[in-house]
């Protein structure tokens, strides 16, 4: 019998007595789509439990109850509150945090400030709930917190904090440059990529020539430097584009298809600024 058609009974049964987590994000998936009081009343009793394993298939429930349009959010955002307002492990903080950032349209001032307690947890796992729980959030603090996440010590949180502050917030200001600027020579190359793109994003002449030399060694990350190229809307660009299709057709490098779309996209969107 198909999961859709289990009762929610069934669902939040197997959530607690499964051996593995094999089946888990199915199960929740599930109960997401069943925005109705039922559900909502038994995930929010399992939020308050004592027990971590409960709280946590209870947070994650509620994080996107309804999908695109929530179910109860103010609810389920104090019930979110209320948990990291007192000592946790940190893989509730960490579910915790991800369901806040699936609802953090309109955070207030004190959320935010305690979301930015963790910050520095000694656990990455919880920093990186930070990075979701703030991303998109335009409040000063939220974006200095993301600022100084972009340096953190594990690559992911870096990584994400950095789209964070360079692609999730059209905010431009000079620490956002810095931080951006600063990831530049980033041992990860995804955090790299992610600031490149930032500042492509914000036409910041300090990356137009790492997008020239990024466009010589074109790779696998090359998607990500043509996307990049096309936000920094420069047609000068569109010869050195051309110039690389040419030599593609010899080497066979890369997808072929990806320079010549980017190479149109470039060109309609500098006539079209012009």
């Not at 600027?181 to 990356?207: M, P, W």
């Amino acid at each position: 019998m198909s999961r859709k058609n289990w009762s929610s009974e069934k669902l939040f049964f197997r959530l607690l007595n499964n051996k593995t987590q094999k089946t888990y994000f199915e199960n929740i998936s599930e109960l997401r789509r069943r925005p109705n009081q039922k559900v909502f009343e038994r995930a929010i009793d399992l939020g308050k439990s004592k027990i971590d394993r409960e709280k946590i298939i209870g947070i994650d429930v509620l994080a996107q109850l309804g999908l695109d349009k929530r179910y109860n959010q103010k609810q389920i955002l104090d019930l979110y509150f209320s948990i990291l307002s007192i000592p946790q492990t940190p893989k509730v903080l960490f579910s915790t945090l991800s369901a806040i950032g699936h609802n953090n349209g309109e955070l207030k001032k004190q959320q935010v400030v305690s979301i930015e307690q963790f910050k520095n947890h000694n656990y990455s796992d919880v920093r990186f709930g930070v990075v979701c729980a703030l991303m998109g959030v335009e409040h000063k603090l939220a974006i200095d917190t993301l600022i100084e996440l972009s340096s953190d010590s594990h690559h992911q949180v870096r990584d994400w904090a950095t789209f964070s502050i360079g692609s999730q917030t059209e905010i431009n200001t000079p620490a956002i440059i810095a931080a951006l600027q600063s990831r530049l020579s980033d041992t990860d190359h995804n955090t790299r990529f992610e600031a490149i793109s930032g500042l492509a994003q914000r036409k910041h002449n300090s990356v137009k020539s790492i997008l020239i030399d990024e466009l010589e060694i074109i790779d696998d990350h090359g998607s990500l430097i043509l996307e990049s190229i096309e936000l920094f809307g420069d047609k000068s660009f569109i010869p050195l584009i051309e110039a690389q299709i040419e030599k593609n057709k010899k080497l066979k490098s890369i997808n072929e298809k990806w320079l010549v779309d980017s190479m149109k996209r470039l060109i309609n969107n500098t006539h079209n600024s012009g």
